[in-house]
């Protein structure tokens, strides 16, 4: 049995930084060689970031992109390192080099390129092809793949086991979203058990724009066990020996089984063991899965911070109205960048309660954020006042609520302009799908924390962050009148959200159903839900898809978010 001490390198990258993520990889291969690492294996495009999308046609960008990675393999001594880059010959690949003394030796180019969802990679990629060579590494013989190769049952793993690997490192920008983990470590356990074969895998951390990287690497042995896991959302240089014990293979076969396969040919990397290594084995990190809602809280907190700091902002306004979701998007913004870094602001008109702007203080209070009050109605008045004369004879309508929603917007970005603050808006995915939302009002921002969060999983994400805080005893943040209370947009006398939407109980699955598993109208009915609910929700969903074109990014966390995973025509006529 040889023993091989892998790097396994979770690293949080920007994308277009080429000389800063050139500096962390160099940080982590420091970390690594310090350890006695063998193997030092990074994220997918970790040079450039991931996706760098149309900075690929920049001819310069992608010679930088090479130039960076020469810099980091200079870096490499007796640890050899697996990098994710952009490589260049007729076309441009995803590509992973083999870097060691100082050089690259040798380079592996993405075979599968996914083409759905978030992804469009062969817009800019072209195929690699073939599983051609194998790397000895600290005397074991390692394949390399990159992310979706991981994925066909009968790509590049299956062809490096079949040639004689006995570790396969997959290097991967896999993208979060709900449950996603489960997803992955299924997949892998079943390609290495199929392979007979040890897999490393190691994912990108950190949020770049709508996506957010987990992280969450593993190591499966060749039965499919997991002998090691990185906590997801943790930046990290997670060290694990692991043990590659010799797999007696009677006949092997090419990856579909049709004839037998011919051993890869091997390029000598580094050939055994590194010297000084100490003999005391290092403990194996093994992360405990998390429970959904902190999965998915996790996920708003480490997108925020990112999209946020990453785009040059340090601090950010809220327009707090009392209610659960901007109460939510408060606290995640706390978490994400510090209470001293977060204002929000009461903008109470003549339709706002009392509690509102009670509960609002006091949320601000427990979070310690700085909270400050602008009321609208002079403004409000001023422009029914202003717009008299046109709307005479008319009664009022929802266009003086809506006046009430955009005199906010318009304040928010006021002191966004005069003080460097980026607005986050505090709509929620139910309302957002159905258009329950103003244009230019309470869409009104730079980045939309909870645009893909349903409003039942709001209740439960508030839900579960007062429980964290209390058991943390630093009490509970959000308070219990918000959790409590009808939720409301405050703008006529008494009015609720279930005067013009269905419960979000009963809206919230058919909305799952009908935006995440593109279920049609007839097909919801035939599966239960109400056939006149039904038309109603659907059409409000589809009326509002010009709406959701003009709001900003936010967090991705369901397998299809508004945006990237779903573009609708705007000009439609299928019901």
Partial sequence: MTVLRVALCQLNTVVGDLSGNAERIIAALSTAEEASADLAVFPELVVTGYPPEDLLLKPGFVADNQAALIKVAAATEGCAAIIGFVDQGMDLYNAAAVCAFGQVQGVYRKQVLPNYGVFDEKRYFAAGTGARELYLIGGVRVGVSVCEDAWDPAGPIAAQAAGGAELVANINASPYYRSRLDERERMLATRAADASCTVVYVNLLGGQDELVFDGASVVLAANGDIVCSVPQFEEAVALVDVDIRPVFRKRLLDPRGR?????????????????????????????????????????LV??????????????????????????????????????????????????????????????????????????????????????????????????????????????????????????????????????????????????????????????RLCQWRNAHGTNAGVGAPIPEAVLTKPPSAELRPEQRDDQSLPPYDVLDPILEAYIESDLTAAELVEAGFDEELVRRVVRLVDLAEYKRRQYPPGVRVTPKAFGRDRRMPITNRYR
Avoid: C
């Avoid at 050939?271 to 999965?295: C, D, F, M, N």
């Fill in 302 to 459: 480490v997108g925020t911070r990112d999209y946020v700091t990453k785009n040059g902002f340090t601090d950010v306004v809220i327009g707090l109205s009392g209610g659960i979701d901007s109460s939510l998007v408060a606290t995640v913004a706390a978490d994400a960048l510090g209470a001293e870094q977060v204002h929000g602001v009461a903008m109470p008109s003549r339709f706002s309660s009392d509690h509102s702007l009670s509960d609002a203080e006091l949320l601000a209070e427990q979070l310690g954020v700085d909270y400050r009050v602008i009321p609208i109605e002079s403004a409000h008045m001023a422009f029914t006042e202003m717009l008299a004369p046109a709307f005479d004879g008319l009664g009022a309508d929802l266009t003086e609520e809506n006046l009430q929603s955009r005199i906010r917007g318009v304040t928010l970005m006021a002191l966004s302009n005069k003080f460097g603050w980026m607005v986050l808006t505090t709509g929620n995915k139910s309302e957002l799908a159905v258009g329950y939302s103003t244009l230019y009002g309470d869409t009104a921002g730079g980045f939309a924390v909870i645009k893909d969060v349903l409003k039942t999983m709001v209740y």
């Fill in 259 to 299: 004839a037998e396969a011919m051993p890869l040919p091997v390029s000598v990397v580094t050939e055994g063991r590194r010297p000084g290594r100490q003999v005391t084995r290092l403990p194996t990190p093994i992360a405990s899965p998390l429970p959904v809602e902190e999965e998915i809280y996790r996920a």
